[in-house]
């Protein structure tokens, strides 16, 4: 499966295991940048992988800042967009498995590899449960509507 995957300055080493992890779980990841630790703009690599996802060009994405947040909330502004923000492998499996979440976003400051690679496995090896959620997914995809 294709992963976007994208960082900003702060999140740059941790970009660069994460693609390493994919390969080593069978997955082609896709980077998106930043290339380097120079100071850049998180938003921008948030919506670059978000519109990968959103397109099509990848099936999901991943993407890291300093903290997590901040790309969340970039993330989350482009159309068809299901970002989530997690810290540990219950939030990682459940936005997968109950909310249909197409990104996991990651803060490197805030969350030292050993976890981050548990909550990208979590994240990857969930899928949507549907049932239930789907009626709840649909009303969050209706949302789009409203910008």
């Known amino acids: 499966m294709t992963i976007a995957v994208g960082a900003d300055h702060a999140g740059y080493a941790s970009k660069e295991l994460l693609k390493g992890w994919l390969r080593e779980m069978g997955h082609e990841p896709l980077d998106l940048g930043t290339a380097g630790t120079d100071p850049v ?30 790309v969340s909330i970039a993330a989350n502004k482009v159309r068809g967009i299901r970002a989530a923000y ?13 909310n249909d979440a197409n990104m996991l976003t990651l803060g490197e400051r805030v969350t030292g590899p050993g976890l981050m690679r ?4 979590a994240f990857l090896s969930s899928s949507f449960e549907g ?9 969050i995809i209706a949302l789009d509507e409203v910008r």
């Open 41 to 70: 703009d998180y938003p921008d690599f948030a919506v670059a992988v978000a519109r990968a996802v959103a397109g099509g060009r990848a099936a999901l994405g991943i993407v890291v800042c300093g903290s997590g947040i901040g």
């Open 86 to 98: 997690c810290t540990d492998t219950y939030s990682a499996r459940h936005a997968r498995g109950h």
């Open 118 to 121: 548990e909550l990208v496995e």
């Open 131 to 139: 049932g239930r959620h789907a009626r709840r997914v649909d009303k």
